[in-house]
């Protein structure tokens, strides 16, 4: 039990560098976010909370590749 508790010191999965990454993607470009209210007129309606859910788990998927070095090139030749 010692050893698997020790094992994963010192690396960190894809799953949790991406993560990390789609959580500063999604706090720097307001990813997921409802729009904030304005005074005025608005052109669009406010996003659901499942089109919030979407957003961020297409991010995820988004960061996920990125980390583990797919490109959008190779997925086109798949």
């Known amino acids: 039990m010692d050893t698997l508790n020790g094992a994963?010191?010192?690396a960190r999965r894809n799953?949790?560098?991406a993560l990390?990454?789609?959580k500063f993607v999604a706090g720097t470009a307001g990813v997921g976010r409802p729009?904030?209210?304005s005074t005025g007129f608005s052109g669009t309606a406010a996003a659901k909370?499942?089109?919030h859910v979407n957003q961020l788990l297409d991010l995820y998927s988004r960061c996920l590749k990125a980390?583990?070095?797919q490109s959008a090139q190779k997925e086109a030749a798949q």
Do not use: K
Request: no cysteine; proline share 11%; aromatic share 0%.
């Open 8 to 10: 994963g010191l010192g």
């Open 15 to 17: 799953e949790d560098i």
């Open 20 to 22: 990390d990454l789609m």
């Open 35 to 37: 729009a904030a209210p």
């Open 49 to 51: 909370p499942e089109e």
């Open 67 to 69: 980390v583990e070095g």
